[in-house]
């Protein structure tokens, strides 16, 4: 039987957060795999696919996740993950994968003295996760292949949506795996066509998609068929400045706004140099956070500090700090004293 946790005064000042009133039984929230092709999907011309991780929380506040994703490595390997934007804050070093398992973790920012934690409620993107066949595919070729969540109802140590506080608990309740038929990518030649014209841009990712107006966030634009040549990147309507530009990846600087308050997601652009273009949606300009003239709890990215040492955040939720301080994955207790 696991000991009760004993948290200091300090502790208990610093993680407190309003009670919900829902009881831990409770478990609305929901997580899923995604592909805009169905689950028949034609590989690209990598011979590559994504997946997007989509969260719910049920109509409940959510401070944060982690997800394992499992896969056959016989039949899949895993290439890359990115943070779906959610979560507007990605734990540092994730994501990881080791024996078949991709691990990643999310969380909302922490919030400035004074401030309520910007929870989440609803459903979105969590992650996106990239994958190839462990062997390539002929053109028109098949297979399957099943993505699962690592999750039992009730245990702390794998796939879990954290409510707003302790007493909230995981509103996780379930976990849907999925079986995709994968299809070798297939050239299209097309005889009566003569003009010499490939594919449109196409965006898989962007990260950050969140982050402060009034300072400069570097965007990096995840994808294929952006081309060699430098072309556009229009975060809304605005340009922003290209660092750097290339066939599958594009880095900016997001152009700052003045805003008050947070807005809507706006889209953002790529622009091939021939003028094809794709969109997604979307990015959030956050207004700068109240710190009463101090900004030294400010990173860079704009985001108050919320880095991750191991299990313990420096300044996390209360459900994230006790599971991250005092279990580890194999479910077993850890040291026990602040």
Known sequence: MKKLITISLAALYILALPVSGVLAQSRPGTLSYYNSQGTTIILNSSNRFTVSVIVDTGGLNSAGADVYTRYNTSQVEFVSGSNGGFYSNLITGWPTSDNGMVNMGAVIPSPAAGEDPQYKNGSGTFATLTFEPATTLAAGDTMTTTLSFDFALGSTTDSNIAGEDASTGDILGSASS?????????????????????????????????????IDIVMYIYGEDFGDDEGTVRIGTRNAEIVNWSDDEIVVIVPQISITSDTSPYQVRVIRDDGEYDTYYGYTYLAAPSTDGDDDDLVDNGLPLAAWFGFIPLNGVAAYWIKRKYFTKAGVPVEEEL
Do not use: K, N, Q
Not at 179 to 208: N, Q
């Open 178 to 214: 999925t079986t995709f038929t994968l299809v070798g990518y297939e050239a299209d030649d097309d005889d009566d066509d003569d003009d010499d014209t490939t594919a449109g841009p196409d965006i898989s990712s962007v990260s950050p998609t969140s982050g402060r107006a009034d």
